[in-house]
C-alpha cells in the first residue's frame, strides 16, 4: 500500500520569507512517481513538479525548489522569497507505474503568506 | 495548451437523485480518472479507467458508482442515488500513455447533496 505524509498543516509566514513543505512517502514499489500539486482558493489543482524514483537530483524552478531523499523517503518542497500569492493548500502525492498508476495524495499542507 | 475540462462546474441535487458529472480528457489521453475531495480534506481516488474498462477501483467507489466512456471524448462519473456524503469536489483526470505521468486535472465539479 502507498501512503504520504504531510506532517505540517498549517504553516504562516510573513512575504519574503522562504518556507518549507515536509512529505514523506511509503510504497513498496522499487519505482514511482512523486508529485506537487499547489490548489488555491479557486479550487483547481495545478500540477508543479514530477519526479521519477531512480533521478535524485534536487530540481530549482524559479523561487520553487524540491529536495528528493530516497534514503529517508522524502520528497520537501521549498519555496524561496514567499508571496502572497503562494498562499495555497500544497499536495503532496505517489504513483506507482502502468496499472498502478492512480495518485495517492497526502493530506495537504494550508500556506498562508501574509503581506 | 489543451486542458481536460468538466461539466457542470456546480451541481446541487436533492438527496436520492441520479447525478451524471462530465469530463472531457485531453483527446490524445489514453488513461483516465476520478478523484474526489471533501472539503476541507485530501484528495482520494476513486477510479482508473483504460481501454473501455475500469483498471482499478477505491473502496469508496461502490455499487452507487459507474464510469463510462460513451462516445470516445466525454468520460462521465455517475451517482445513482447520491448520500449527503457525497457532497464533494470531484477531479477528473487523464494522462497520455504508461509513460508519462504527469495527470492532467479539470477545473473539477463541486457536487451539493441536500
Known amino acids: 500500500a502507498q501512503k504520504v505524509t504531510q506532517a505540517q498543516t498549517e504553516i504562516s509566514v510573513v512575504e519574503k520569507e522562504d518556507v518549507t513543505l515536509d512529505c514523506v512517502y511509503e510504497?513498496?514499489?522499487?519505482?514511482?512517481?512523486l508529485f506537487w500539486y499547489k490548489q488555491p482558493p479557486s479550487g483547481e489543482l495545478v500540477f508543479l513538479i514530477r519526479r521519477n524514483s531512480f533521478d535524485e537530483q534536487n530540481e530549482i524552478s524559479g523561487r520553487y525548489s524540491w529536495n528528493f531523499q530516497k534514503s529517508t523517503s522524502s520528497f520537501n518542497f521549498t519555496i524561496t522569497a514567499s508571496q502572497v500569492v503562494d498562499s495555497a493548500v500544497y499536495f503532496c502525492?505517489?504513483?506507482?507505474?502502468?496499472?498502478?498508476?492512480?495518485?495517492?495524495f497526502g493530506k495537504g499542507i494550508t500556506l498562508s503568506v501574509r503581506p | 495548451e489543451p486542458e481536460v475540462t468538466q461539466t457542470p462546474s456546480h451541481q446541487v441535487t436533492q438527496m436520492g437523485q441520479e447525478v451524471i458529472l462530465r469530463c472531457v480528457p485531453i483527446?490524445?489521453?489514453?488513461?483516465f480518472y476520478w478523484y474526489r475531495q471533501i472539503l476541507g480534506q485530501k484528495v482520494e481516488f476513486l477510479v482508473s479507467f483504460y481501454n473501455n474498462e475500469i483498471s482499478e477501483k477505491s473502496e469508496i467507489f461502490d455499487d452507487q458508482f459507474s464510469v463510462e466512456r460513451p462516445d470516445g471524448s466525454n468520460f462521465t462519473l455517475k451517482i445513482r442515488s447520491t448520500k449527503l456524503e457525497d457532497s464533494a469536489m470531484y477531479f477528473c483526470a487523464s494522462i497520455r500513455d504508461s509513460v508519462s505521468y504527469e495527470q492532467y486535472f479539470g477545473p473539477g465539479t463541486r457536487l451539493t447533496v441536500t
Open positions: 502525492a505517489l504513483s506507482g507505474l502502468g496499472a498502478n498508476s492512480k495518485l495517492t
Open positions: 483527446s490524445n489521453h489514453l488513461y
Open positions: 510504497t513498496r514499489d522499487t519505482t514511482y512517481y
